[in-house]
């Protein structure tokens, strides 16, 4: 699968096969999304958006929160 994440309004917008499949504010969230739709990380192609590097602009405290959000959720998935 394609998963690809963009930052948008402080958190972080999740699409998987160029489809929007929901937004999350926290790692929770976020993780749950990714359990949701089986992401793998081992076989998944994923990536980020640009944005994602310059989170500041896109309602994040840092420039560094949204891959921080990104990875937490990851660490909760832990697949």
């Known amino acids: 699968m394609f998963v690809f994440f963009n930052a948008e309004d402080g958190g972080i917008k999740l699409s998987i096969e160029q489809q929007p499949v929901g937004w999350a504010g926290t790692a929770e969230e976020l993780a749950g999304l990714l359990m ?15 944005d994602v590097d310059f989170a500041s602009e896109e309602g994040f405290a840092t420039d560094d929160a949204a891959h921080e959000m990104i990875d937490a959720a990851f660490n909760i998935f832990a697949n």
């Open 36 to 50: 949701k739709n089986n992401v793998n990380t081992s076989s998944d192609n994923i990536f980020h958006s640009s």
